[in-house]
């Protein structure tokens, strides 16, 4: 398919389905911030309605988007994920985007999505340690964070 034959098909798209582009590139921090919160909220099998609810309200705070762009983010951010092979090509874009406070609230933000449904998991606790080791974060504020999210839990 050609340049211009892409392009076309892409206008036909959102002209008729009210469908539009990405607004989220895939090196946006934002998308591999997400993808990393929808992975943890669905790493135990099944994203609970809690978890659900929380994913939506602090990428909606954390980003200052509204509920649309939102909502899109999350859509994204669950297809990056289900294509990825590993925590590194979110972690690595995180890295490169994000200074080490902003790193560390991603690990802040993936604590909130695991104690929404009041506890926590091996296999959350475990992909937050692996995400914290990834981004620089160290074991003593990986705890800390916990301990402050999940009221010393």
């Not at 921090?29 to 909220?41: E, K």
């Not at 090509?89 to 890295?95: D, G, S, V």
């Not at 609230?105 to 009041?118: C, K, L, N, P, T």
């Amino acid at each position: 398919m050609s340049l211009f034959e892409s392009f076309r098909v892409l206008i036909a798209e959102f002209g008729e389905s009210g469908k539009h582009p990405s607004r989220f590139d895939e090196n946006d921090y934002r998308l591999a911030a997400a993808a990393l919160l929808v992975h943890t909220a669905s790493i135990d099998g099944a994203m609970s309605e809690a978890e659900r609810s929380k994913l939506h309200t602090i990428i909606k705070q954390r980003f200052a988007l509204d509920d649309e762009t939102t909502d899109e983010l999350v859509s994204e951010a669950a297809e990056a994920e289900q294509q990825a092979t590993d925590l590194y090509q979110f972690t690595a874009r995180l890295n490169r985007s994000l200074d080490e406070a902003g790193r560390a609230r991603v690990i802040e933000m993936m604590w909130q999505i695991v104690f929404a449904d009041g506890g926590v998991t091996e296999f959350e606790d475990n992909l937050v340690w692996r995400a914290a080791e990834l981004l620089g974060v160290s074991q003593h504020e990986r705890i800390a964070l916990r301990r402050y999210v999940g009221g010393g839990n």
